[in-house]
């Protein structure tokens, strides 16, 4: 099969059993992809058609909100090679930084659709940065937290590549 061989390439979905929660996380770790890459997009889109000038908050909320995702698109990505039980700590801040990333995806949404105004954050967009922050950050973000989020529990609540008699044993 040749995109599991892509897959073994890139070091993705190679846990020794692969469970739901390691295909959780794999797709995670794909989505997390898509979202820094159409991230840094909307980053672009928004510079060339509102200028550089969206206020510290925004700046400093955005670049945060960029590294996190990176950081943890890894994170998801090594999970789904790794035996939860080797991993379980790794899963556990995925687990947290996936709960408080929802919440904020939720927040972030109701802020482009300008259901709530918080002009401190930022001033809700138009046009082009608009939509191109809808991408990255509702339809990427927001399936990358969940997806996230459902792996990392499944991994931690009831993980199916451990021995039932012998939980503590790799």
């Known amino acids: 099969m040749a995109s599991k061989e892509a897959f073994s390439s890139i070091g993705l979905f190679q846990a020794p059993v692969l469970t739901a929660g ?3 996380m794999g ?26 000038n969206w206020g510290a908050n925004a700046w400093i909320l955005d670049i945060m909100g960029f590294i996190a995702g990176l950081f943890f698109a890894i994170q998801c990505w090594l999970s ?12 556990t801040w995925i687990c947290v930084w996936a709960f408080v990333t929802f919440g904020a ?12 105004k918080w ?8 046009g082009a940065a608009l939509w191109s922050n809808i991408v990255s950050e509702v339809v990427f ?6 997806t996230a989020l459902v792996g990392a ?11 039932p008699a012998h939980p503590r044993e790799p």
Request: glycine share 6%; charged share 15%; proline share 3%.
């Open 22 to 24: 390691h295909r959780c």
């Open 105 to 116: 995806r939720i927040l972030d949404t109701l802020m482009l659709f300008g259901v709530v």
């Open 141 to 146: 973000g927001m399936a990358f937290a969940v």
């Open 119 to 126: 002009s401190v954050v930022y001033v809700t967009p138009v």
């Open 27 to 52: 797709v995670a770790a794909l989505l997390g992809a898509c979202f820094v890459v159409s991230h840094l997009a909307t980053v672009v889109v928004t510079c060339v058609v509102d200028g550089f």
């Open 153 to 163: 529990l499944m991994l931690l609540i009831c993980p199916q590549d451990v021995d």
């Open 80 to 91: 789904s090679s790794r035996k939860s039980h080797d991993f379980r700590n790794g899963n």
